[in-house]
Every structure is written in structure tokens, then in C-alpha cells.
């Protein structure tokens, strides 16, 4: 356990705030609470905070990458899971783009619809080509 439950409490907390494009800070620190993220409590805050900063830049980002789809129409649910993994793509360097593609993946078929997955995949294959790590 760790960084995987990591990875999905900050989606979570991005799932949050794509809906209410607020800081909640009660549901960080409920978040941090967890037994199974403890260990990873500097990456959760360190992702989040990134993510919550560059927001606007990561969201255009994602948008300029997944042509023909606003963000108007992109399920929120996906777009947290393309925040979290463009934002390591692009600021996390001590984290394989393999692993940040693979998990995202993941979320996307555990919480998501059977076509987001696929989606993903090709909006992040984008990304990775363009910062070619």
C-alpha cells in the first residue's frame, strides 16, 4: 500500500474540486487521515497543491490534447484522472510516466465509463510525446 491509495485519494480531492473549484482543506486533511496514505502524505499535498496552482494551465493543457472534446464535455471524473497524471507527466520527475499512465488507467476503468480508459490513454499518449520522457 501507498502511493496506488495516494494517487487515488488526490484524484478524489481533484474530483472535488472539478465540481466545486474549491480548496478544501477539511477534505485534505481527511485524506491524510487515511492509515493506507500516511507514508505518502507529502505526495498527496505536494500533487494536490501542484495540481490546485496550475490548474488553468493543466486544464488548457488537456483540452489543446484532446481534440474535439472542450473540458465542457468531458466527464468530470476523467478530467480529474488527466489532472493527475498530466500534472506528474509533466512536474514529477521521480515518477515513471509508465507508472503515471498505467494508474490513471486504472482509475479510469474502476471509476469511469468503458470508453474512458481508452481515452485516456490516447489524450495522455499525446502528453508524453510532447515532454518526451
Do not use: W
Not at 73 to 99: C, S
Amino acid at each position: 500500500m501507498g502511493r496506488k491509495e495516494a494517487r487515488e485519494e488526490v484524484f478524489k480531492l481533484m474530483y472535488a474540486y472539478c465540481l466545486n473549484k474549491e480548496n478544501d482543506m477539511y477534505m485534505l486533511e481527511h485524506a491524510l487521515q487515511d492509515v493506507r496514505v500516511q507514508s505518502e502524505s507529502e505526495y498527496v499535498v505536494s500533487v494536490y497543491e501542484g495540481i490546485i496552482k496550475d490548474f488553468d494551465s493543466l486544464c488548457e493543457e488537456i483540452e489543446a490534447t484532446a481534440k474535439g472534446f472542450g473540458l465542457e464535455r468531458l466527464y468530470k471524473i476523467d478530467l480529474a484522472i488527466l489532472l493527475v497524471a498530466t500534472y506528474e507527466i509533466k512536474e514529477r520527475k521521480d515518477i515513471p510516466v509508465a507508472v503515471s499512465v498505467n494508474e490513471a488507467i486504472c482509475l479510469a476503468k474502476k471509476y469511469s465509463t468503458e470508453k474512458s480508459a481508452s481515452f485516456i490513454n490516447g489524450v495522455l499518449a499525446s502528453i508524453v510525446k510532447k515532454y518526451g520522457r
